[in-house]
């Protein structure tokens, strides 16, 4: 089993990244995908879920109306396209993978995780 976070970066504030999540070895379409994010000293939260058929999406408050959440099941991927980004998305973005159905995304009911890829938002 394999989730690979990628695409971070160094970005200005006010500026766009997308991240991808590229899984393999288990049934993806049977996953549910979340996007969480550490910052340095503080906790992991949870930023984003959709669901298996992308039928629905979730967002943190903080990142309501700025990032994007989408899959594409034939290839395999989560992408999380995040505009207007500002220094507090600075973070290590992880994404990661629920068996569970329902619109619950704690860090305690995912399956799989990926190694994370670093966001830093310069002001």
């Known amino acids: 089993v394999q989730l690979q976070a990628s695409g971070g970066g160094l970005v200005q504030a006010g500026g766009s990244l997308r991240l991808s999540c590229a899984a393999s070895?288990?049934?993806?379409?049977?996953?549910?995908i979340g996007w969480f994010r550490q910052a340095p000293g503080k906790e992991r939260e949870f930023v984003s879920g959709?669901?298996?058929?992308?039928?629905?999406?979730y967002y943190a408050d903080s990142v309501k109306g700025r990032f994007t959440i989408s899959r594409d099941n034939t290839k395999k991927m989560v992408y999380l396209q995040m505009s207007s980004l500002k220094p507090e998305d600075t973070a290590v973005y992880y994404c990661?993978?629920?068996?569970?159905?329902?619109?619950?995304?704690?860090?305690?009911?995912?399956?799989?995780w990926g190694k994370g890829t670093l966001v830093t938002v310069s002001s």
């Open positions: 990661a993978a629920k068996r569970a159905a329902g619109n619950y995304f704690a860090e305690t009911v995912m399956n799989y």
């Open positions: 070895g288990f049934n993806f379409d049977d996953y549910a």
């Open positions: 959709i669901t298996r058929s992308s039928a629905a999406t």
